[in-house]
């Protein structure tokens, strides 16, 4: 079956980066877009990006233009997204999910990690 | 940017009741790619229905999207306990992909 299994949740110091990971499996991973999504708490879903693991190619949302930076590793099936220059605004539960072909949408998501940014 | 504005923001019905929720987009979705999800808190969002009026695997049939365009419904026939939640709709047919604001439906 298709799971999307993400890392721990982590706090982090304002100006720091994070690195967050999101485990696929059950589906054949080049085959598929996997995108990032994030919620601020109390607060709407916000897309970050994407990216394509068949050839590692991006887009991201222009919020985050040169501070966020997607990769894929083919050998453990992995997603990874990278946050860079964190400040308070960036504590969020950070998702990641499935495109499906065909236009079928998102169906299958991480479970989410959650990103504190304090001093 | 695509616009994605849903109301009402609140909607307080009872069980049993039926349920529209709405979504406008600023400009046409491509290939009416809309969907609508499900959120309860602490949870990732539930696929319901993609492409405006397909139900997703595992959706129940009294969930119904329909539209096209630029206004889209989500409709719940009759509500059951479990439905009261937050529900946005998801532009995904043009980068960047947007959300609406929500919906929360509540428990009147």
């Known amino acids: 079956q298709v799971q999307l299994v993400q890392s721990g949740a982590e706090v982090k110091e304002p100006g720091a980066s994070i690195k967050v990971s999101c485990k696929t499996s059950?589906?054949?991973?080049?085959?598929?877009?996997l995108h990032w999504v994030r919620q601020a708490p109390g607060q709407g879903l916000e897309w970050m990006g994407w990216i394509n693991p068949f050839n590692g190619g991006t887009r991201y949302a222009q919020k985050f233009h040169g501070r966020v930076t997607m990769t894929s590793d083919t050998s453990t099936t992995t997603v990874y997204m990278d946050l860079t220059s964190l400040t308070s605004d960036d504590t969020a539960l950070y998702f990641c999910a499935r495109e499906s072909n065909f236009g079928a949408g998102w169906f299958y998501w991480g479970q989410g990690t959650l990103v504190t940014v304090s001093s | 940017d695509i616009l994605l504005t849903q109301s009402p923001g609140t909607l307080s019905l009872s069980p049993g009741e039926g349920a529209t929720l709405s979504c406008r987009a600023s400009?046409?979705?491509?290939?009416?790619?809309l969907a609508w999800f499900q959120q309860k808190v602490g949870q990732a969002p539930r696929l319901l229905i993609y492409g405006a009026s397909s139900r997703a695997t595992g959706t129940p049939d009294r969930f119904s999207g329909s539209g096209s365009g630029t206004d889209f419904t989500l409709t719940i026939s009759r509500l059951e306990p479990e439905d009261f939640a937050m529900y946005y709709c998801q532009q995904y047919g043009s980068s960047p992909y947007t959300f609406g604001q929500g919906t929360k439906l509540e428990i009147k």
């Open positions: 059950g589906f054949t991973f080049s085959a598929h877009y």
């Open positions: 400009q046409s979705v491509s290939s009416n790619y």
